[in-house]
């Protein structure tokens, strides 16, 4: 699956060490929450790179974009919380797996130039982003 990794804040981290007991709880909702702009952004971004700078017209059939998804969150055995925003590994109708040309389109391959859609969306997403989670979690403070 292709992912990217977004660090957040430190003041963000400890004001989210303060709710305790209610920590298991909130932060997938809050993560989920950070993700929304990051999809909408990586679905624009996916959408304007499929077929650009081709010779002949695109024969996307859309499944690659319809494949661009979020994983649930979940906590790692270091105890950091991750929701990964990318392509899985699943294989379109004609056996072609949907992460491989997802990073066909992101690094390019032998006669076809690089048109990266994953990177520009990680920096471009990464203060909205910040933002979105930090609105869910006072909005989730308040509800304690």
């Known amino acids: 699956m292709a992912r990217a990794a977004v660090k957040m804040p430190d003041d963000f981290l400890e004001r989210i060490a303060t709710l305790n007991r209610h920590f298991d709880d909130i932060v997938p909702r809050v993560l989920e929450k950070g993700a929304e702009p990051v999809i909408q952004k990586a679905k624009s971004n ?7 700078g081709t010779k002949e017209p695109s024969q996307s059939s859309g499944e690659l974009l319809a494949s661009l998804e979020t994983t649930k969150a979940v ?10 925003v990318g392509i899985p590994t699943t294989k379109d109708s004609r056996g072609v797996s949907n992460a491989l040309k997802a990073a066909v389109l992101e690094y390019g391959k032998s006669g076809q130039p690089p048109r990266p859609w994953l ?19 006072n909005k989730e403070i308040e509800k304690l």
């Open 46 to 52: 996916l959408a304007a790179r499929i077929g650009q």
């Open 75 to 84: 906590q790692d055995a270091k105890g950091d919380w991750n929701l990964r």
């Open 119 to 137: 990177k520009p969306t990680k920096s471009a997403t990464r203060k909205a982003c910040a933002e979105a989670m930090e609105k869910a979690l």
